[in-house]
């Protein structure tokens, strides 16, 4: 435990000179007359169109925690609903919901099916971005995966009765983990700022657009840029990452801001990256893409595979930008676990690796059902 714990250490080291390098190349695109139209854009509409939902959502499900229901009492009461429970847990948008049914798995209150269905059903923080960009696809995918997470837990609870691994990790994670010492000052600003965020983020959901200029500079636009910029700047300084936020932050209002801004962070990359392949290929590779035909699906299933949000925030990306199917993207849903997959990997190894392997099937068969059918 204690070498784990040394390890989850230098990690946190490695990752926040990651976030600084990271930041430093967001920053330099500004310095360029091409690349500045590009972060400009693609910050903006990342903040309005995704951080203002994400931010009201966490806000939500925060309320909703404050109700002090007791989710482990709910499951030893209604055992015969422990998969469809833990489904719905993780189909809720982000990865608090998959690692919380991993935490009942190691308590024995719930079974391997069980986290079977959450990570199956979880698409982890890509559904943010796919919810406020394509709510209608979101009302069908979600529900697909979260479907799909019940009947296939089901399928393998009677052959996996002994793959329960109790260990306590939290305990001693909690004492060794950095501190977040951003003062509570900046969270509260940034909370006061999400509420004018989420009246652009309505708005443009209903495709009204406002602009206010001042000496030529449209106020909105800078707006929603420097607070995409704060985001991204909150992201930076903050030793946690967004797994111990969801899985052991205390506070609620810096949850809500701190997975906000991680969210903000990738989305951001996914926008800006598309931009500047698409610019310096001039759209060939994007097109070329129709070229694959089927292995689409199954090239959106395997990046499934890769840990953690951001590869996934890409695939979604994509997908609401119209360059692969919706069966590439029901495949990614079902086969991704996002953050969710790296504390399963440090609480129970075995049941994290076997389910990522186990969900590959229902990926596959539900991707290419859908692909041949549907289109």
Known sequence: MTELVMQLGRKFQYLRFSKIMLFSCILTLFFFEQTREI????????????????GVTLIIFVFLEKRNFNLQ?????????????????????????????????????????SVLAALIATMGDAAFLLIASKPQAALVILPVTFLTGIVFGYLVKPFTKNFINKISLKKDLNKNLPKNKIPKNFYSFWLICLIPGIILGVLNAFQIEISFYIF??????????ILAMYCILLWV?????????????????????????????????????????????????????????????????IIGFIPGCGPQIMITSMYVSGQIPM????????????????PAIAISAKAA?????????????IAYLWYYLIG
């Open 237 to 301: 300084f903050n030793p946690l990452t967004d797994i111990q936020m969801a899985s052991i932050h205390e506070n609620s209002l810096r949850r809500v801001a701190d997975t906000t801004c991680f969210v903000t962070v990738w989305v951001i990359i996914a926008f800006v990256t598309y931009e500047l392949i698409d610019l310096s290929t001039k759209g060939l590779i994007f097109d070329s893409l129709k070229y694959f035909g089927p292995f689409i699906p199954l090239m959106a299933i």
């Open 39 to 54: 972060l400009l854009f693609s910050a903006s509409d990342a903040y309005v169109a995704v951080s203002s939902f994400v």
């Open 327 to 342: 069966s590439a993207q029901i495949g990614n849903s079902i086969s991704n676990d996002g953050d969710a997959l790296f």
């Open 73 to 113: 009492r709910f499951i030893e009461k209604n055992k015969n609903y422990e998969i469809p429970t833990s489904a719905f847990l993780g189909v809720i948008p982000g990865c608090g919901g998959a690692i919380m049914v991993m935490s009942l798995y190691t308590r024995g209150v719930v079974s391997f099916g």
């Open 216 to 225: 030529g500079i449209d106020l909105i636009h800078s707006f929603s840029f």
């Open 353 to 365: 690796i076997i389910a990522t392997l186990y969900s590959a099937i229902p990926a596959i068969f």
